[in-house]
T-cell receptor, first 110, second 112 residues
Framework: GIQVEQSPPDLILQEGANSTLRCNFSDSVNNLQWFHQNPWGQLINLFYIPSGTKQNGRLSATTVATERYSLLYISSSQTTDSGVYFCAVLRDNYGQNFVFGPGTRLSVLP | EAGVAQSPRYKIIEKRQSVAFWCNPISGHATLYWYQQILGQGPKLLIQFQNNGVVDDSQLPKDRFSAERLKGVDSTLKIQPAKLEDSAVYLC??????????FGSGTRLTVV
């Protein structure tokens, strides 16, 4: 099956710093989503981004499907950004069966 | 719109006991998923329903896990008998069509 890798596994930032999270996947995908799991365990959709670039406030994401990677940028980080960021990919739209990466655990210090 | 509802929020049981989790998806979402998330790992799909039919249950341990979605809306996931390694968060999600993928808050199961 498709493999999803994320880096770095852990990241500690000072409030106000910027960061880049990376997701690599082993095969072509029809769908890619970034999720944030907050410290209470809730998974929140950030971006649906099978290709191209999207921005939402301080967050933006870029997927280069031909090179099988996606990047999540967090600018001017805040303590509320802490949690685990997951990349999830979907091989085919019929099954809609997401495969999750192992996540990047982000801690933003005040 | 209301989100994906799950209950209970927490459950502690002894090994070899049985347990059931309930999920109510977002209204109109035909696709429903159950994921298992072991501490420190990403969620892993257990079963996917399209309306009341099973699309994918290849990673469901069928000797002890079962799930149903009888009327194409609510779903229940059952474990019988539970093992220590079943301790995890069980997440339900629903979607319209690949995007609009929304997770519930999950049920944290501890098997002692």
């Amino acid at each position: 099956g498709i493999q999803v890798e994320q880096s770095p596994p852990d990241l500690i930032l000072q409030e106000g710093a910027n960061s880049t999270l990376r997701c690599n996947f082993s095969d072509s995908v029809n769908n890619l989503q970034w999720f944030h799991q907050n410290p209470w365990g809730q998974l929140i959709n950030l971006f649906y981004i099978p290709s191209g670039t999207k921005q939402n406030g301080r967050l933006s994401a870029t997927t280069v499907a031909t090179e099988r990677y996606s990047l999540l940028y967090i600018s001017s980080s805040q303590t509320t950004d802490s949690g685990v960021y997951f990349c999830a990919v979907l091989r085919d739209n019929y099954g809609q069966n997401f495969v999750f990466g192992p996540g990047t655990r982000l801690s933003v210090l005040p | 719109e209301a989100g994906v509802a799950q209950s209970p929020r927490y459950k502690i049981i002894e090994k070899r006991q049985s347990v059931a989790f309930w999920c109510n998806p977002i209204s109109g979402h035909a696709t429903l998923y159950w994921y298992q998330q072991i501490l420190g790992q990403g969620p892993k799909l257990l079963i996917q329903f399209q309306n009341n039919g099973v699309v994918d249950d290849s990673q469901l341990p069928k000797d002890r896990f079962s799930a149903e979605r009888l009327k194409g809306v609510d779903s229940t996931l059952k474990i019988q008998p539970a093992k220590l390694e079943d301790s995890a968060v069980y997440l339900c999600a629903s979607s319209l069509r690949g995007n609009g993928y929304t997770f519930g808050s999950g049920t944290r199961l501890t098997v002692v």
